[in-house]
């Protein structure tokens, strides 16, 4: 099962608002951590998952402190509270007992590969809502690389119904998460990104890169044509920037784009 901060920042990637309840369901126990006013609620919305997590947890703290607390009957079972789990999960806690902490890390467990978060930023945009183009880096394209984009399409025999804008697309959408899996985290989270702009008509038939980016290939691990994470056609070339400089460049670029204006009027045909 995902982790709800790592679920929490999936929604985020897919552009979706993930809601809290207002309501004690019957039979539930009662939390003073439940009772929002409409207001908070509102600009809590607004705020990074991340953010809107640790201001319940502290909440919750905040409530647990001011509570009576009945003499217990027992000694109580030695296991963190609720919101030390979560806590834990945010990566800022440090737990207070280091003896424990130094027998739980020897106990032997499965083997996890954790690490920092694997860290990219893609310039993105679509075709007609059929073909996906990607360009790494955090600077969107200027007039002049969206001019030589247009016109190379064109040149292919490539005309979509108008240009499409670029978007970004940052990966961690949440900062300070713990991460046990950086690559396959990295790669659900754009998987998310893309599912969630099928709501916009995004149904990507083919795969276009423009650029070169060490984690990008890590992340896509383009072969013989083809991209295994979304099971698309791939091609991948030249930044448009470099294009743009080129003039020698842009002639070895010809012959390599020639198929382009059949692959996109075959997809135009109805199946």
Known sequence: ??????????????????????????NALATPACEWEAAALVAEGRRAPGERLHALLDEAAEAQTAA???APAEPEPRHRPAAGKARALLGDLVLPDEQDATLEAQRPGPERHGGEALRFTLQVACLDGRWLILLPGEVPPGSVELR??????QAAGVVPEQMPAFEAFRWPQVEGLPVEAPLEE????????????QRRGWVPERLLV?????????LLTLADGHCPLLALPAWQGPALGELAGSAEAKRALWPRIAGWGDAWQAGREPG
């Not at 990295?186 to 998987?191: I, K, V, Y």
């Not at 423009?210 to 290939?217: A, H, V």
């Open 1 to 26: 099962m995902t982790p709800e901060p790592q679920r929490l920042q999936y929604l985020e990637a897919m552009g979706l608002t993930a809601w809290v309840s207002r309501y004690r369901l019957p």
């Open 210 to 218: 423009f650029g070169e980016d060490k984690t990008l290939d890590e």
């Open 186 to 197: 990295a790669r659900e989270g754009l998987q998310a990104f893309l599912a969630g702009r």
């Open 148 to 153: 030589l984009l247009r016109h190379l399409l």
């Open 68 to 70: 009576p607390r009945p």
